[in-house]
């Protein structure tokens, strides 16, 4: 199964956009790409997916490459409040999600 | 936020015990998902269902096992708790499974179920 690979932490100054990584070279060509964040010990939530194309939504942009080996997740203008971990997932098949362990996500006032 | 709701939240229990979780939801949705969470590992899938008394493995299924009576409802059971069984375990709904060509399948996660097997 396609593997995600997240560093394992980064920081990020409040109104600042915040560009988060992630490296997915194994994912075949029908499989998606989904981000989540998780805040505290809350259960994960939706942030935006995509398959090849960059998406936009009123949470963040996703930017995919051109090969699909990796992705970036961009919160424009980062707030406290989003300071989570988020995880980079491929989705495999109608209902895998495989997770990776995720980049904590600190912003800083 | 998605109606779902997970019993007990936090459980101590001894090792060789059965436990069951419970997951319900208000949602109406088709699948049910089972995941738990370890330090290091992210989100690994337990089980899910695709239907009523439809169910499948996911990757870490072993000492394990799920029942759907209900739309409504998604049971996983530990037959007899092991101290490797110690995470905090996620139920999460999704409206449709989506197909390989299809685009949508968010998940919704319920609050999570702390388990401490002793």
Not at chain 1, 5 to 23: F, K, V, Y
Not at chain 1, 63 to 81: G, M, Q, V, W
Not at chain 2, 87 to 113: L, M
Request: with cysteine; net charge neutral.
């Amino acid at each position: 199964d396609a593997k995600t690979t997240q560093p394992p932490s980064m920081d990020c100054a409040e109104g600042r956009a915040a560009n988060l990584p992630c490296n997915h070279s194994t994912i075949s060509g029908n499989e998606y790409v989904y981000w989540y964040r998780q805040i505290h010990s809350q259960g994960p939530q939706y942030i935006i997916h995509g398959l090849k194309n960059n998406e936009t939504n009123e949470m963040a942009s996703l930017i995919i490459t051109e090969d699909r080996k990796s992705s970036t997740l961009i919160l424009p203008h980062a707030t406290l409040r989003d300071t989570a971990v988020y995880y980079c997932i491929v989705r495999v098949g109608a209902y895998k999600y495989i997770f990776g362990t995720g980049t904590r996500l600190k912003v800083l006032a | 936020d998605a109606g779902i709701t997970q019993s007990p939240r936090h459980k101590v229990t001894e090792t060789g015990t059965p436990v069951t979780l419970r997951c319900h939801q208000t949602e109406n949705h088709r699948y049910m998902y089972w995941y738990r969470q370890d330090p290091g590992h992210g989100l690994r899938l337990i089980h899910y269902s695709y239907g009523v008394k439809d169910t499948d493995k996911g990757e870490v299924s072993d000492g394990y096992s799920v029942s759907r009576s209900k739309t409504e409802d998604f049971l996983l059971t530990l037959e007899s708790a092991t101290s490797s069984q110690t995470s905090v375990y996620f139920c999460a709904i999704s409206e449709s499974g989506a197909s390989r060509t299809s685009s949508y399948n968010e998940q919704f996660f319920g609050p999570g179920t702390r388990l401490t097997v002793l």
